[in-house]
């Protein structure tokens, strides 16, 4: 045997307990119900905010704590508690990835990413609303004979 | 209907040159393609003539497009799109250049600038190579100009076109006025986070870095189909020296950008986008040892072959991940989906598949040598370097590809979720990057080290002892110098990582002494040629800044003293890592007093600037750090914050804002609590005591809302807060025609107001509330990065490495080339 395939052989062995022991600490994305399935593990939770509900901070009392409701997209909610300062714009996002686990009755958030709709600005919809209105409603342009679309 | 005020102009003659450079790149791709074939002289001539022509008018094109977009954006045309969305009137002239960029359209672009110049300079000095190098460079940019085309074929869009109208793209009831564009009056802006100078020049570095691993991809190519399997290594080591230069900076650039405007307190997060940045430089470099391995034994060229290939190959697969929007979830900068992921996925497939069945035709073909090398020998390490590189790059890019393999398996699983979960990175994503990446810094500090001082083919060990032992002896004994008083006390991944950590500082300090000192044992002080020594040395450099300030980062701003205590399930936790500072109130953080003195704001945006006074306990540094922050930016609701650092040698203070007062979210709604006091009473409150030190009755105060007659009351309430300070409060009285009035006053630091409700003779009644609504205060964050200079200055030094090797070697190359002419003469 060349020194160059044991060489080979060793990289390759490294190479798959690297992605073995890298397999071992993937983890899933889960709804809120079947994350209370398995509270205490790690898991990303996909849901958006729930504007209904109150969104606790009081930075002066203690800037780090932050507790709001979160939906998914199954309509199950859960109460969320994130102990760190409150995100930029967690009321805009539209979608939330929470990354934490079930603590008994809540969700003990470690981190927070915001799927923001403007943050890069390419969604349409959100820049349009940022466009004037001009005091016009589309039903008396449609309307007015002096303007036609072409 | 004709629309008032619109150029339209522009729009028309960037269109034209649009499809101007799409024809005239694909008619380049095809001569040379041609001429690569004739073999007939003056046939090939004639298809190398019409190569040239084409691929000059689609330079000229391409700047056309690139200089009329600047146009549209700079002149604030925004009936065109892409100036109205990335841009506003209000955006300072030198970030219009960065607005360019910010688009994919505009990225785009820029690549194709790139690859222009690059493909200028093979014309004129490729000479044989040219024909088949430029078929791969003319070919890359047909491909990028459909990217930029917007046209449809057979009903699906091709392209993203820059030019389209902003009437066409979007549906209001405004574009039913033909005067529309008198209302527009302002654009979208650039985002906030990239108006900073780096996003300026970085992105150019960034994509010339990445159009310029085309051209040893394209010599590969060229070696494999004209069978000059070993002459291409010496055109195209230059410019692999040149690109692992300019992407490794450009890479860079972009850390420095994070550390200096984006809020994640660092400069690397493992994100998908830098990622897929760093993979490719990691298999370029591993390709530029196979080059000089092959260079100077003849070995190593399957994988030189295989190493070229693969760095532009992975180009192309980061931007199909970070343009295709398939990172959504897991990457928080990646661009978004413009709906042109099967385009994308095509641009990869149409050089990989090429390359692939090129190299598997010829690969049997391509010299190599039966025997094995010594294990004394400099190429056998070196390769094992490479390996080592390798490794690196395909753990980051199988831990990268997560999102792609979810979609994959969700392709064949369709939504049955128990047959496939969607994965995703764990617990703690950076460690399990870190945790791979550590043992390749220690391999890496070792191999830089010591592989230079052995000689190729075989070293005598006398020889070796000689002239490597010294480095080896001086560094272990600073290195344990370093750890010793370095006090190494990461603890967060356990012992085990701890440990690895010592060891690679070790090892890059070994990587940094041993390539400086062998310019002078090795190379007798000849720093011509002394480029890879450079470079080694700065990369030590770069691990050692990466591993103390990673390992030594601390937050400072880690407890809440002089602030009521933590509440609720909180208080259990670990201390928060935010700090609330009042206006005014000097709060104590770590080994600093901080105040959050005064704020202001920027004349033209919603861009509100924080002077936060620190002053170290023992009063012997005192600065001012000014992070500031976009409020509630363009209907955004929230904060968008750049942080501010203080620069020292040996550490950097950095903070930003975290949390502000929202004004409309604290309603006041705590009530007076009503006491009945005499002079020199003290009453408690939840915060300390207070007293009343005087009362003063007048008929006649001169002040502002009061009339004669009226009679005014001046209670002086003196308070003590239970951290030792005092202040004075004055509400008034006042009584008009048998009304009361009353004026309160506040003490903002204990978040006090007092009102004087009533005065009896020398009784007074005082009503008291510590409300939250009326203080201003920020919440911040504050790190301490230790040495990270170390990282900045060793980036700076591998690329000047990178810079003197490539110099070295187009010398080398150019004074063979005479050589051989000679001999021809």
Same mark, same amino acid.
């Given at each position: ?150 | ?196 100078? !780096? ?171 039966? %025997? ?79 592989? /230079? ?66 310019? !002078? ?149 705590? /009530? ?20 009343? /030190? ?62 004087? %409700? ?68």
């Amino acid at each position: 045997m060349r020194k160059f395939h044991i060489v080979l052989l060793l990289c390759v062995a490294i190479a798959i307990s690297v992605l073995i022991s890298f397999m071992g600490t993937l983890t899933t994305y889960d709804t809120v119900q079947t994350a209370r399935d398995k509270p205490g593990k790690f898991i990303h939770l996909v849901a958006r905010l729930d504007h209904t509900k109150p969104v606790e901070y009081d930075a002066v009392n203690n800037p780090n704590y932050l507790s709001f409701t979160a939906i998914d997209s199954l309509g199950d909610a859960v109460m969320v508690v994130y102990r760190n300062a409150k995100p930029d714009n967690l009321e805009i996002s539209d979608r939330l990835v929470l990354k934490g686990a079930i603590k008994e009755d809540y969700f003990d958030c470690r981190e927070i990413l915001m799927k923001c709709p403007s943050k890069y600005k390419d969604d349409i919809k959100a820049v349009e609303e940022n466009l004037p209105n001009a005091g016009i409603n589309k039903q008396e342009a449609d309307n007015s004979p002096a303007i036609k679309k072409i | 209907m004709d629309y008032i005020g619109e150029n339209l102009l522009p729009g028309k003659l960037g269109n034209f040159f649009i499809i101007l450079s799409l024809v005239a790149s694909l008619m380049a791709t095809v001569a040379y393609f041609l001429s690569t074939k004739k073999t007939i002289a003056n046939e090939e001539n004639k298809w190398i003539k019409l190569a040239k022509i084409a691929f000059l008018t689609e330079v000229f094109s391409v700047l056309a497009v690139f200089g009329i977009l600047f146009y549209i954006i700079s002149n604030h045309l925004f009936e065109y799109k892409y100036a109205w969305q990335h841009s506003s009137l209000s955006l300072e002239a030198k970030y219009l250049l960065a607005c360019f960029w910010e688009g994919q359209e505009g990225s785009f672009l820029l690549w194709s600038v790139w690859h222009c110049v690059l493909g200028l300079i093979i014309i004129k000095k490729a000479k044989s190579w040219e024909a088949p190098v430029m078929t791969v460079v003319s070919f890359a940019q047909f491909c990028l100009a459909t990217m930029i085309a917007g046209i449809y074929i057979f009903g699906h869009k091709v392209g993203s076109n820059p030019f389209v109208l902003l009437r066409n793209e979007m549906e209001a009831p405004i574009f039913l006025k033909p005067d529309y564009l008198s209302f527009i009056k302002d654009g979208n802006d650039l985002n906030p986070l990239l108006q900073n100078y !780096w996003m300026v020049i970085h992105p150019p570095v960034l994509f010339l870095g990445f159009a310029s691993v085309i051209i040893p991809f394209a010599y590969a190519i060229a070696g494999l189909y004209t069978k000059r399997y070993k002459e291409w290594i010496k055109p195209a080591l230059p410019w692999a020296l040149f690109s692992a230069a300019v992407l490794g900076g450009g890479l860079m650039m972009g850390a420095m950008w994070a550390y200096e405007s984006l809020t994640f307190g660092g400069y690397w997060a493992w994100d998908p986008v830098e990622n897929a940045s760093l993979v490719p430089w990691l298999i370029l470099v591993s390709g530029i040892h196979t080059m000089l391995i092959y260079q100077s034994t003849g070995r190593s060229l399957r994988s030189t072959f295989l190493f070229t290939l693969l760095s532009f190959l992975l180009i192309l697969y980061s931007t199909f991940l970070t343009r295709s929007g398939i990172l959504g979830d897991s990457s928080v900068h990646a661009f978004t989906d413009l709906g042109m992921n099967f385009q994308l996925l095509l641009f990869l497939l149409l050089f990989v598949i090429p390359a692939t069945v090129l190299l598997i035709y010829h690969f049997r073909k391509i010299p190599h040598i039966a %025997r094995e090398e010594e294990a004394s020998s400099r190429e056998f390490w070196m390769f094992i370097g490479s390996l080592v590189l390798l490794i690196s790059a395909v753990s980051i890019i199988i831990m990268t590809s997560i999102p792609v393999v979810n979609k994959i398996a969700g392709f064949f699983a369709g939504q049955n979720k128990t047959l496939f979960k969607p994965l995703a990175i764990g617990e703690n994503s950076e460690h399990s990057y870190n945790q791979i990446q550590i043992f390749v810094a220690i391999s890496i500090g070792v191999l830089t080290g010591f592989t /230079q001082y052995l000689k190729y083919k075989k070293t005598g060990i006398k020889y070796f002892l000689k002239k490597a032992g010294w480095p080896i002896l001086v560094s272990l004994l600073i290195g344990g110098l370093v750890l010793f008083f370095g006090d190494m006390n990461y603890d967060k991944q356990g012992a085990g990582f701890l440990i690895l950590i010592c060891i690679a500082i070790v090892c890059s300090g070994y990587a940094i002494l041993a390539n400086l000192s062998y310019v !002078w044992i090795g190379l007798k002080g000849n720093l011509k040629s002394s480029g890879a020594s450079v470079a080694h040395a700065g990369f030590g450099l770069m691990l050692l800044g990466i591993l103390i300030s990673s390992s030594k980062k601390e937050i400072l701003s880690i407890n809440t003293t002089g602030i009521s205590a933590p509440m609720g399930e909180g208080s259990t936790e670990k201390p928060g890592e935010n700090l609330t500072l009042l206006k005014g109130a000097k709060t104590s953080m770590d080994n600093y007093w901080v105040t959050y003195e005064t704020d202001s704001a920027h004349p033209r945006k919603p861009l509100w600037y924080y002077k936060i006074e620190f002053e170290e306990k023992n009063g012997e540094e005192k600065f001012t750090l000014t992070p500031n922050t976009f409020v509630n930016y363009k209907g955004v609701e929230g904060l968008m914050s750049n942080p501010d650092a203080k620069h020292y040698w040996n550490h950097d203070v950095f903070t930003y804002i975290t949390s502000l007062p929202d004004p409309a979210k604290n309603k006041d709604s705590s /009530q007076y609590e009503v006491k009945q006091i005499k002079k020199g009473d003290t009453v408690l409150y939840t915060g300390g005591s207070f007293t009343l /030190q005087r009362l003063v009755t007048k008929n006649e105060v001169q002040a502002a809302g009061l009339q004669a007659g009226d009679i005014a009351s001046i209670a002086t309430i003196k308070v003590f807060s239970k951290n030792n300070a005092a202040y004075t409060a004055e509400p008034i009285l006042i009584s008009r025609n048998n009304q009361a009035y009353l004026l309160p006053d506040t003490v903002n630091e204990e978040r006090l107001i007092f009102q004087l %409700r009533n005065v009896e003779g020398e009784k007074i009644e005082v009503g008291i509330k510590q409300s939250n609504a009326i203080v201003e205060y920020v919440t911040l964050k504050v790190y301490k990065f230790p040495f990270i200079n170390l990282l900045w200055i060793g980036t700076f030094i591998t690329v000047v490495g990178f810079l003197m090797s490539m110099v070295r070697r187009i010398k080398i190359g150019g004074m063979k080339m005479a050589e051989q002419n000679t001999i021809l003469k």
